[in-house]
C-alpha cells in the first residue's frame, strides 16, 4: 500500500523554464510534508518541507504547496537550471499514538533540465 | 557534505553470507533511520533509533537487524543474504523524529 505516490517518474523542462513535480498522498493524518533531491551515487538531500497548517512554503526558487482538501503537494522550481537535474522525492510524516512517527518517502520523479 | 558517514562505500559478497553495514550520524543528532533502495526504486524504510531504542519498523526483512549503541552509531546486520539483497543502503540521522533527515552517501551492497 503506497501511500505517498509520485506518478511521473520523469519530466523534461527547458531551462528557465518551471518545473512542476507533484505528489499525492492517501492518508490524512500525514501533518508534515518534506521534499528531497537526490544526485546519483549520493544520498538525498533536504530541500523544503511544509507543515499541513500552511499551504505554500518559499524558499528561493523553490515552492511547495498544499492542498490537504485533495491531499497533494507540488514543488515549483523556477526558474530551472540543469543543476537542479535529479531524481526528486516527497515524503509525508506524522505522529503515532505510540510516540513514533511515520515517515514515508514517495518512490521519486526524476527532473531532467535541458540546456 | 551531510556530516552522517556509512562504510563501506561499497561490498561485494557471495549468496548466504553476513554483512555489517555502519553508519555514523550528525553530531548531535539521536534519532538514526536505515533505508534500503533497489534498482532506481523509492525509498524504503527498514528501521529507526531514537538514542539507542528502537522507535519504528518498516519493511524489514527478519534476515536483517540493526542496533544502535551509546556512542549513538548504528549498524545494520544482513544475513542469509540472497541475490535481491543487492541494493543501496542508506542511512539518515535527524535532531527530531519528523525532521528533515539527513542522509550518508550510501553502502552500495552487491551480493553475487
Not at chain 1, 505554500?56 to 523553490?62: A, H, M, S
Not at chain 2, 553476513?18 to 534519532?31: A, E, I, K
Request: hydrophobic share 30%.
Amino acid at each position: 500500500d503506497q501511500q505517498v505516490k509520485q506518478n511521473s517518474p520523469s519530466l523534461s523542462v527547458q531551462e528557465g523554464r518551471i518545473s512542476i513535480l507533484n505528489c499525492d498522498y492517501t492518508n490524512s493524518m500525514f501533518d508534515y510534508f518534506l521534499w528531497y533531491k537526490k544526485y546519483p551515487a549520493e544520498g538525498p538531500t533536504f530541500l523544503i518541507s511544509i507543515s499541513s497548517i500552511k499551504d505554500k512554503n518559499e524558499d528561493g526558487r523553490f515552492t511547495v504547496f498544499l492542498n490537504k482538501s485533495a491531499k497533494h503537494l507540488s514543488l515549483h522550481i523556477v526558474p530551472s537550471q540543469p543543476g537542479d537535474s535529479a531524481v526528486y522525492f516527497c515524503a509525508a510524516t506524522f505522529s503515532e499514538n505510540s510516540g513514533t512517527y511515520k515517515y514515508i518517502f514517495g518512490t521519486g520523479t526524476r527532473l531532467k533540465v535541458l540546456a | 557534505d551531510s556530516g552522517v558517514t556509512q562504510t563501506p562505500k561499497h561490498l561485494i559478497t557471495a549468496t548466504g553470507q553476513r554483512v555489517t553495514l555502519r553508519c555514523s550520524p550528525r553530531s548531535g543528532d539521536l534519532s538514526v533511520y536505515w533505508y534500503q533502495q533497489s534498482l532506481d526504486q523509492g525509498l524504503q524504510f527498514l528501521i529507526q533509533y531514537y538514542n539507542g531504542e528502537e522507535r519504528a519498523k518498516g519493511n524489514i526483512l527478519e534476515r536483517f537487524s540493526a542496533q544502535q549503541f551509546p556512542d549513538l552509531h548504528s549498524e545494520l546486520n544482513l544475513s542469509s543474504l540472497e541475490l535481491g539483497d543487492s541494493a543501496l543502503y542508506f542511512c539518515a540521522s535527524s535532531v527530531v523524529p519528523q525532521g528533515e533527515q539527513y542522509f550518508g552517501p550510501g553502502t552500495r551492497l552487491t551480493v553475487t
